[in-house]
């Protein structure tokens, strides 16, 4: 293939590269989505920021300090800190990450005390365990200013409700709130699509967990059939 040759009118980008969308853009290519939202859908600490700082309604969350390799803590202040913060459980997410499984439940000192230690050099954060989600989310895909599928998503044996931690799917219809959540959460973060994952509060009100830049579309046709591609092509050639 001639690559000279190429010239496309834009980019469909579902990778994590972010290295190589930022020259693709600097090669003047349109891409959906931008790097810009890549990088900050995929750095789960980025996401927060951006959506705290906007109302969003998330767990209460602290991020880890950076630690250098060959640096150790001295003491225990940290620790002393996160529980005074939180109430076990406690739930630790790696920054980067993908099919929950970087996503931990500490239930006491020793186990915190042991991952913290597994990720002392790894971006993390430290977030509240919303009890009333245990095993269970909704997955609402939004594509421009729009929730054009929703699913259900259950787990009986995990706190995680990831499909592929053995979660199942089913149909939902989400609330109005869930909607306009989704939608706002999507656009401060500059997404032309994404897949925004909604924890259930005490009294089933919506709680951001985190939202995908490159959500898996074959999960939600299966549960659903709906074309999510298709309204991914048809938002994009309306905005080219």
Request: overall charge negative.
């Amino acid at each position: 293939m001639d690559s000279d040759k190429l010239n496309p009118d834009f980019i469909l980008f579902m990778d994590k590269d972010i290295r190589l969308a930022r020259h693709l853009e600097k090669l003047g290519y349109r891409l959906f989505n931008s790097s810009k939202t890549i990088e900050l859908c995929d750095d789960k600490i980025s996401t927060y920021q951006v959506l705290s700082d906007n109302n969003i309604k998330m767990p209460k969350t602290l991020f880890s300090p950076m630690m250098f390799k060959g640096t150790k803590e001295n003491d225990n202040k940290f620790i002393d800190f996160i529980e005074k913060e939180f109430k076990y459980p406690i739930i630790i997410k790696e920054a980067f990450g993908s099919f929950g499984a970087q996503v931990y439940l500490v239930k006491n000192q020793e186990e915190l005390i042991k991952k913290r230690n597994e990720l002392l050099y790894v971006p993390h954060l430290y977030q509240e365990f919303i009890s009333s989600s245990r095993g269970r989310d909704a997955r609402l895909h939004v594509v421009g200013d729009k929730v054009v599928a929703s699913m259900l998503r259950t787990s009986d044996t995990d706190f995680r409700a990831n499909l592929a931690n053995g979660g199942k799917m089913h149909k939902f219809e989400p609330p109005e709130s869930f909607v306009k959540l989704a939608v706002k959460a999507s656009k401060l973060l500059g997404a032309d699509f994404s897949g925004v994952d909604i924890l259930f509060g005490e009294e089933n009100e919506p709680i951001i967990c985190e939202v995908n830049s490159n959500a898996h579309i074959k999960n939600i046709y299966d549960c659903t059939g709906v074309d999510v591609a298709g309204c991914i092509f048809d938002y994009i050639l309306m905005n080219l």
